[in-house]
């Protein structure tokens, strides 16, 4: 069964650093585009950006762009999304999701919440 | 967001219900449509303007005329009622845009 599974909740106060995961299985990990989208509470999807796993490459959104930084490690099937400082403005549900053929998404990731507060 | 859709939709059981998404790119990019149910992660029920993936019934179906595309459910269930989400290409190639989502309400 192909799948994307990520890493759990996580509670955060602002200033500090985080990373969230996601794990594929069941397919070439190596071979598909990954990207990540960000829904605040309440509100719509948003394109973060989308790394390519065999080569690193990397294209971000413009509007996430030196916002975060989305990375993939092919020896762990893994990819990564990662904020240096987060502020409260950065709580939300994040997506992991497999860019299938065309620019279709056919495989999400679980998603994992996260909650930045002091 | 860069795809125009109508906030919200509504129709009875066993209705047919019709949810657009405009612009631009449209008429150069193909669209996908998505379901998503309260607190879930989207699924994939369109691609390519008009495809059905496994598992998706018949009743949904997607059309294309220039700017505008159209996720059409028929024979409406109490189950349909979620968020649709178009999405696309952005002008450059490079980057997904979705719709703001289309919240169906099933009467």
């Known amino acids: 069964e192909v799948q994307l599974v990520q890493s759990g909740a996580e509670l955060k106060k602002p200033g500090e650093s985080l990373k969230i995961y996601c794990k594929g299985s069941g397919y070439s990990f190596s071979n598909y585009w990954l990207g990540w989208v960000r829904q605040r509470p309440g509100k719509g999807l948003e394109w973060m950006g989308i790394v390519h796993p065999g080569d690193s490459d990397v294209i971000y959104s413009p509007s996430f762009r030196g916002q975060v930084t989305i990375a993939a490690d092919t020896s762990l099937n893994t990819a990564y999304l990662q904020w240096t400082t987060v502020r409260a403005s950065d709580s939300a549900m994040y997506f992991c999701?497999?860019?299938?053929?065309?620019?279709?998404?056919?495989?999400w990731g679980q998603g994992t919440l996260i909650t930045v507060s002091s | 967001y860069e795809l125009t859709q109508p906030p919200s939709v509504s129709v009875s059981p066993g209705q047919t219900a019709r949810i657009t998404c405009s612009a631009h790119v449209l008429a150069q990019q193909y669209a996908y449509w998505y379901r998503q149910m309260p607190g879930q992660a989207p699924v994939l029920v369109i691609y390519q303007d008009r495809e059905r993936p496994s598992g998706v019934p018949e009743r949904f179906s997607g059309a294309s005329s220039g700017t505008t595309v159209t996720l059409t459910i028929s024979g409406v269930r109490a189950e349909d009622e979620a968020v649709y989400y178009c999405q696309s290409v952005d002008s450059t190639g490079t980057s997904v845009v979705f719709g703001g989502g289309t919240h169906l309400t099933v009467l």
């Open positions: 999701v497999r860019r299938g053929d065309g620019y279709r998404l056919d495989v």
